[in-house]
C-alpha cells in the first residue's frame, strides 16, 4: 500500500502563490501518476493536474499557465506550484497516487483565497 501526506495549504490573497506538497511512502511503483484534484465547497472533486512517472504533465484548462505541477522522484514528493491565485481557487486539495494496481487519495489540505 501507499501513504499520502499533503502540506503547504493555507489562506492567501488573490494574486498570490502557494505550494503544495504531497509525499508518498510504502510500496512504489515504478510506474505511476501523481495528480492533484480539488473540491470547493458544494461542488464535485474535478481534476487540477497530473504527471507520469517519465514527466509528462497535463492540466485542466481552468490552471493552465498558473499551476506547475513537478514531482521529485528521489523524495517520492509531487509538487503543485500555484501563482496568480484567484478565489474560485478556493477548496480542499487532494493529492492522489495512481499505479496498475492500485490507487489512493491524500488527507487533503484547504487552500483559501481571499479576494
Known amino acids: 500500500q501507499v501513504q499520502l501526506v499533503e502540506s503547504g495549504g493555507g489562506l492567501v490573497q488573490a494574486g498570490g502563490s502557494l505550494r503544495l506538497s504531497c509525499t508518498a511512502s510504502?510500496?512504489?511503483?515504478?510506474?505511476?501518476?501523481m495528480s492533484w484534484h480539488r473540491q470547493a465547497p458544494g461542488k464535485q472533486r474535478e481534476w487540477v493536474a497530473s504527471i507520469g512517472s517519465g514527466g509528462t504533465t497535463n492540466y485542466a484548462d481552468s490552471v493552465k499557465g498558473r499551476f506547475t505541477i513537478s514531482r521529485d522522484s528521489a523524495k517520492n514528493t509531487v509538487y503543485l506550484q500555484m501563482n496568480s491565485l484567484r478565489p474560485e481557487d478556493t477548496a480542499v486539495f487532494y493529492c492522489k497516487y495512481s499505479s496498475a494496481r492500485y490507487d489512493c487519495w491524500g488527507q487533503g489540505t484547504q487552500v483559501t483565497v481571499s479576494s
Open positions: 510504502g510500496t512504489i511503483a515504478s510506474i505511476n501518476a
